[in-house]
């Protein structure tokens, strides 16, 4: 039966790496918590995606000339793909698997994986605490849209909500540099 639903996804989503790789190539580089994940959740493969690919086209537009590592960027793009995928999934608890499991490379730098989860959390404890709970029981809950989790996970940055790591004589080292607030214009 996995290897069925595994074959469903492989085939369901479309591979954005490069023209030549394809869907196989891209679940070779998922996490292993992360392809458990794809087995397991293979429903919220495509919202978790399409949040992951927002996130990644919205921190490239707002911060060009950043290198989206470790800087203002990579804090944006965390905590804004954890709010979106609040949004499209419905629940903070699903996101959490998702955003720990994409963290969960033994080859990750502590301080890059401590800050990345930080983000990640923010961004969906933000996006949750903007839900409202009012109207009929079925349509009780209502998440913000892409646009209003965007601004907030600007404002969050640009209030130092969120976490990047030092940089030092303009380097930002993952193995000893240390998490400050993010404060980016």
Do not use: C
Request: hydrophobic share 40%; aromatic share 8%.
């Amino acid at each position: 039966m996995r290897s069925v639903l595994l074959a469903a996804v492989l085939v369901l989503v479309p591979a954005t790496s490069s023209l030549q790789a394809g869907p196989y190539d891209e679940y070779k580089s998922l996490t292993s918590a992360e392809r458990r994940l794809v087995l397991r959740y293979f429903w919220q493969v495509l919202d978790v995606r399409a949040a992951a690919e927002y996130a990644r086209v919205e921190s490239e537009q707002q911060y060009p000339l950043l290198t989206g590592q470790d800087d203002p960027r990579d804090a944006f793009r965390h905590s804004l793909w954890n709010g979106t995928m609040v949004r499209r999934l419905g629940s903070v608890d699903a996101a959490a698997r998702w955003g720990t499991a994409h963290e969960s490379d033994p080859a990750n730098p502590p301080v890059r994986k401590a800050m990345d989860l930080f983000n990640n959390d923010r961004g969906r404890a933000r996006t949750w605490a903007k839900r409202t709970t009012n109207g009929p029981w079925w349509a009780r809950t209502r998440l913000p849209d892409d646009a209003t989790i965007r601004a907030d996970m600007l404002d969050a940055l640009r209030t130092g909500d969120l976490r990047v790591i030092e940089e030092v004589a303009g380097t930002r080292d993952p193995q000893n540099g240390r998490l400050v607030p993010s404060y980016a214009p």
